[in-house]
């Protein structure tokens, strides 16, 4: 059965800081891989996907790379902001459809 | 293309009344999927469709919920005799999907609350 960690849980930056967020996976068999972000009390907005076969995906000041064979996978912001504040979620999609718990990030002016 | 739209947004209901809850995909997608996400976790997966075949059912999915989607369109979720173990935000989400899974896009959800 598929279980996904997130490290750090919760995140605390200034404004302008890069940072990393983590997803590790324990079943490696996956189709592709998802990041999501959540606003409080709404949906999942849908940020990257990286296929099996791909290394990295980038989308303007977002950036993911996916190892799948040691069940990896991170999500680089660069130059952060407030609005960036939210909880950050991935999914690796295989066999289950399972999510990590976030990472929730709060960018402080 | 307005997105995925779930009805209602909020819905308070009594231990055990029946509650349903409504999902439009987006038009062209052909997989639509349920989840149930309490506060501080990550979406638990509940059910997905593929067109109109319902094609696997999470252990969480009790005998008290069922899904449908006739047509392969909108799509229903009822809970029959709520709990207050029910009250969570139950969202909907679909995807254009071939042999792996593609990208899957999200409605805004609907919270539940049991009394």
């Known amino acids: 059965k598929q279980e996904v960690t997130q490290i750090p849980a919760a995140l605390s930056v200034p404004e302008g800081e890069n940072l990393v967020l983590n997803c590790s996976f324990t079943d490696s068999a996956i189709y592709n891989l998802q990041w999501f972000r959540q606003d409080p009390g709404k949906g999942l907005t849908s940020l990257l996907l990286i296929q099996s076969s791909q290394r990295e995906q980038t989308s303007g000041r977002l950036n993911a790379s996916l190892d799948k064979s040691s069940g990896r996978s991170t999500l680089y912001i660069a130059a952060s902001q407030p609005g960036d504040s939210a909880t950050y979620l991935c999914a690796p999609y295989g066999q289950n459809f399972v999510f990590g718990p976030g990472t929730r990030l709060s960018v402080l002016p | 293309d307005t997105g995925v739209s779930q009805n209602p947004r909020h819905k308070i209901t009594k231990r055990g009344q029946n509650v349903t809850f409504r999902c439009d995909p987006i038009s062209e997608h052909n997989r639509l999927y349920w989840y149930r996400q309490t506060l501080g976790q990550g979406p638990e997966f509940l059910t997905y469709?593929?067109?109109?075949?319902?094609?696997?059912k999470s252990r969480l999915l009790s005998d008290r919920f069922s899904a449908e989607r006739p047509k392969g369109s909108f799509s229903t979720l009822e809970i029959q005799r709520t709990e207050q173990g029910d009250s969570a935000m139950y969202l909907c989400?679909?995807?254009?999907?071939?042999?792996?899974?593609?990208?899957?896009?999200f409605g805004p959800g609907t919270r539940l609350t049991v009394t």
């Open positions: 469709f593929q067109n109109e075949a319902q094609l696997e």
């Open positions: 989400a679909s995807s254009f999907g071939g042999p792996s899974v593609s990208e899957q896009y």
